[in-house]
């Protein structure tokens, strides 16, 4: 799972960045923020279901939130620890201010998004719970 939420990060940041370059148009960014956000989730579904066969709900809430937090934290230390080394050995005439800053905001963005992919497995896993409880207490027995 953790590796689901490392994938979403690099693909929304890369997404980000190509927008923010110019790479993309307002509508493909868009159409691609939500393809992309679709299908990771559809992915960290597959996964958490396929993982969870014999566990209980706390286990499986566990996993979940450890490898969120396992990205979460890990990433930015991952990458930007040598971005902050490469600022402070480099002269302040290399204008590394202007890649750091750009790269924070971009690590902030995928990262929210990558929680917004876990949150909405979530929603998806507790519906179709709430649902298939209704459903089986509203049929009539035997």
């Known amino acids: 799972m953790a590796g689901i939420n490392l994938i979403g990060a690099v693909v929304f940041f890369s997404i980000y960045s190509a927008a923010g370059g110019r790479r993309l148009s307002q509508g493909a960014f868009l159409a691609s923020l939500v393809v992309f956000f679709g299908a ?11 993982r969870s066969a014999g566990r209980d709900t706390v286990s499986r809430i566990g996993r979940a939130a450890a490898a969120l937090v396992l990205v979460v934290l ?17 002269p302040a005439e ?39 409880y209704l459903t089986r207490r509203s049929r009539p027995g035997p």
């Not at 990771?40 to 279901?49: F, I, N």
């Not at 930007?80 to 402070?88: I, N, V, W």
Request: proline share 4%; glycine share 8%; net charge neutral.
């Open 94 to 132: 290399a204008g590394f201010h202007d890649v750091t800053r750009p790269v924070m905001v971009l690590l902030l963005i995928s990262l929210a998004l990558v929680v917004g992919v876990n949150v909405a497995g979530v929603g998806v896993r507790a519906s179709s719970a709430l649902w298939s």
């Open 40 to 50: 990771l989730t559809a992915l960290w579904l597959r996964v958490e279901g396929s």
């Open 74 to 90: 890990g990433l930015p230390m991952l990458v930007l620890t040598p971005l902050f080394a490469l600022q402070e050995t480099l």
